[in-house]
């Protein structure tokens, strides 16, 4: 039995609303809901769910990132109980005994790095012997890795070059997680293979950290295609979460059929994921913009101010041409600027 395709929306326990849960399931794309019944005001298991949504039941433990922190048996009772009360799936930790009550309860294996690397090649031999150990496979696993989204993006090609569902024998899902990580590989896991990617139900009720709202999701992305995009773009810079480019960009690109644009959070600069994801372009923000300059060809512009806001392939993954359109759009903005003002008027500049 495999996952539907699409996203799953998370929902902490101390935010569930039988109303809100049937306005989301009219959302293009919602094919799941997952209780995380670590986030509740009480361990309480609420009315059977259902509803017209599928639900998977979470019980995160504090050493995998989650909030619960009482005896593994009352965690596991919890699961069984939401189980019984309707939940289709359960979650449970890759290194978590499965008890009687649940051997037969289709079962989302996860694990969460919560420091250091992710070996991907190691990783994936680790979760095929966690697979056939289980007397009942699993429907999928989940892997959520550490690092920014240019590391993230790297482990997910590593990743599905080794072919993971045909070593596994099930479906999977592998997206990074941090503080302004996780999009980028969320949605392009999508469109790879990967069966689902989690998004909050709103601003309050985010259940890990980078987690997109549904609203910002569908906003910037559309809803999900498993289909592979015909060409990668971006906007890289230390932070770009916040960004407003995916949102203009993908709908220009969902209108034309003509690839998929993502927000790239890197740490460090570093073009290496570009190259081997195969990015036809990338806007560059700060505090990239002077090493975006001495990459590769620099137009006149980007190499008399030495910053550069603009890296176009010259063939896939590079090599690159840099250039700065800023310097481009503040003369052009600039001349019709002093056709229609006076001197001395004053000018705002927004961004």
């Known amino acids: 039995m495999r996952l539907p395709f699409g996203l799953c929306v998370s929902v902490p326990l101390r935010s569930w609303d039988p109303r809100r849960v049937e306005a989301v399931s009219r959302r293009p794309g919602i094919v799941a809901l997952e209780v995380r019944l670590d986030l509740g005001r009480a361990r309480s298991i609420p009315a059977r769910w259902d509803g017209p949504l599928p639900v998977v039941a979470t019980c995160r433990p504090v050493r995998e990132g989650g909030a619960f922190e009482g005896p593994e048996e009352e965690r596991l009772e919890l699961l069984a109980a939401a189980a019984g009360h309707g939940a289709r799936w359960i979650d ?3 290194d978590s005994r499965v008890p009687t009550s649940l051997a037969r309860v289709p079962t989302i294996l996860s694990r969460h790095e919560v420091e250091g690397p992710s070996r991907v090649v190691e990783g994936l031999a680790r979760w095929t012997s966690v697979v056939r150990s289980r007397l009942v496979p699993p429907v999928a696993v989940k892997w959520v890795v550490r690092g920014d989204d240019a590391e993230s993006l790297r482990t997910l090609r590593e990743w599905i070059a080794l072919n993971p569902a045909d070593a596994l024998g099930c479906d999977w899902i592998l997206f990074g997680a941090g503080p302004s990580t996780g999009v980028a590989s969320r949605v392009l896991s999508l469109s790879l293979g990967g069966r689902w990617a989690y998004v909050a ?44 480019s995916p949102a203009m960009h993908n709908a ?4 034309r059929g003509a690839g998929l644009y993502l927000p790239v959070s890197q740490d460090r600069w570093d073009l290496s994921w570009a190259a081997e994801a195969g990015f036809a372009g990338l806007n560059v923000t700060i505090p990239f913009k002077e090493h975006a300059a001495a990459v590769g060809d620099a137009d006149g512009e980007a190499r008399a101010i030495g ?3 603009l890296l176009a392939a010259v063939s896939s993954g590079g090599p690159w041409r840099a250039s700065n359109t800023d310097a481009t759009g503040r003369t052009r903005v600039h001349g019709l600027w002093r056709a229609r003002v006076g001197e001395g008027d004053a000018a705002l500049v927004l961004g």
């Open 92 to 94: 449970l930790e890759a």
């Open 201 to 244: 139900l709103d601003e309050g009720s985010r259940t890990a950290p980078g987690q997109p709202t549904l609203d910002r999701f569908l906003a910037d992305f559309g809803p999900p295609s498993p289909e592979p995009p015909r060409a990668l773009y971006g906007v890289t810079g230390r932070d770009v979460s916040s960004s407003a």
């Open 252 to 255: 220009w690109l969902r209108a």
């Open 307 to 309: 910053a550069a806001n």
